[in-house]
Every structure is written in structure tokens, then in C-alpha cells.
């Protein structure tokens, strides 16, 4: 079974600390992404990455940046964490040819104070 | 980009009743896949179906993949069933490798005992 790991279920930080979040996958998935999930508006993706050191924006990646320097690692990170940040975020993976179901990880809700 | 409309909103139902939620898109797609998100926010995916009919228990899926649309069927629900149901398509954007799952807006179901 896939299994994709959060580094953390609840976090709360301080506004303008800097974030990371951690998500580890154990599948030798090429496509792993970053969504966050707010009432009202459903899962929005943030960044998603298809191969190691790269990363393509998704729908709203303002005030967030990425890293993958691992095929198994996708972290993202709050550059200068704001009360707007606070939300579930969920990590997710995929194989590369898409023909797949993707897996998401449990999710992290992060309170920013 | 690819449009994912999903229907009803909302459906609260009598255990025992069944039911059936659909997804309409926009645009052919690589990957079309239903999510269940339980009331601790985990998201479990029940079917990857681009095509054809899948049966899991009590949960099937259809997906006619030339109109454009998927139907997820519930019969007997059960209290357990409770919870939003996403659907999400997926399209490969780079160079065969990468693309992104767009999701539905998720229909909240509360299944009463």
C-alpha cells in the first residue's frame, strides 16, 4: 500500500515565523502536491512537483515555496507565515504516467497565531 | 483549463436509502478519480476509473468517458458513509511526465441513523 507521510497533524506558529511542512512518500512516486483545503472552497493546489528539483506553481502558490531535493520528499514552506495561512494543508503522490490513483497523506492543520 | 462540476451540493439520506452523485467535466482527461474525506479531514480514494464501471461493496462508479461524466453509486449508506465525496481529473501537461488532478467542489453527504 502507498503511504504518504505528514511530518505533523496539528502545528501552531507564530505570524512571520518561517514554516515547513514535511511529506515523505514510500512509493517511488515521480508527481507529489501540495493543496490546501479551507471551507467553502474545496482542495486548492499550491505547488506540485513531476521529477526531483522541480516544481510548477499550481493555482495558488503566493507566500508559499517548495523543495524537492529527494524523489521521496516534497516539503513546503511559509516563507513569512500570515493568519491567511492558517488552514489544512494536504500532501499527496502519483505515479508518473497518471494511470494511477493518487494517495493523499492525513493532513496537517496548521493554526497561525 | 479543465472545468469539474459535481452534483448535488448536498444530500442527507435515511440509512438503508441509496444514492447516486455525479461528476461532470469538461475536457478529456488521463485520470478521473473519487476521494472520500471522512470527519477527521482524511482523504481515501475509492476509485480510479478514466473509464468503464468498478464495483467496491456497496460503492460503485461508472464513468462514460465520451459524455464526459462519472457517477458514483451508494446503496444501503450506512452512517459511516457520511462525509464530502470529491471527484478530481487529471490531465498529463509535461512532456508526459507531469500534470495535476482538478477537483470537483465535493458533495457533503449525512447519512441520518
Known amino acids: 500500500d502507498v503511504k504518504v507521510t505528514q511530518s505533523s497533524r496539528y502545528l501552531v506558529k507564530r505570524t512571520g515565523e518561517k514554516v515547513f511542512l514535511e511529506c515523505v512518500q514510500d512509493m517511488d512516486h515521480e508527481n507529489m502536491f501540495w493543496y490546501r483545503q479551507d471551507p467553502g472552497l474545496g482542495l486548492r493546489l499550491i505547488y506540485f512537483s513531476y521529477d526531483v528539483k522541480m516544481k510548477e506553481k499550481g493555482d495558488i502558490p503566493e507566500g508559499y515555496s517548495v523543495s524537492r531535493e529527494k524523489k521521496e520528499r516534497f516539503s513546503l514552506i511559509l516563507e513569512s507565515a500570515s493568519t491567511n495561512q492558517t488552514s489544512m494543508y494536504l500532501c499527496?503522490?502519483?505515479?508518473?504516467?497518471?494511470?494511477?490513483?493518487?494517495?493523499f497523506g492525513d493532513g496537517t492543520r496548521l493554526s497561525i497565531l | 483549463g479543465i472545468q469539474v462540476e459535481q452534483s448535488p451540493p448536498d444530500l442527507i439520506l435515511q440509512e438503508g436509502a441509496n444514492s447516486t452523485l455525479r461528476c461532470n467535466f469538461s475536457d478529456s482527461v488521463n485520470n478521473l478519480q473519487w476521494f472520500h474525506q471522512n470527519p477527521w479531514g482524511q482523504l481515501i480514494n475509492l476509485f480510479y476509473?478514466?473509464?468503464g464501471t468498478k464495483q467496491n461493496g456497496r460503492l460503485s462508479a461508472t464513468t462514460v468517458a465520451t459524455e464526459r461524466y462519472s457517477l458514483l453509486y451508494i446503496s444501503s449508506s450506512q452512517t459511516t458513509d457520511s462525509g464530502v465525496y470529491f471527484c478530481a481529473v487529471g490531465l498529463l501537461m509535461i512532456y508526459n511526465q507531469g500534470g495535476k488532478l482538478i477537483f470537483g467542489q465535493g458533495t457533503e453527504l449525512s447519512v441520518k441513523p
Open positions: 476509473i478514466p473509464s
Open positions: 499527496a503522490s502519483l505515479t508518473g504516467g497518471f494511470n494511477q490513483p493518487q494517495h
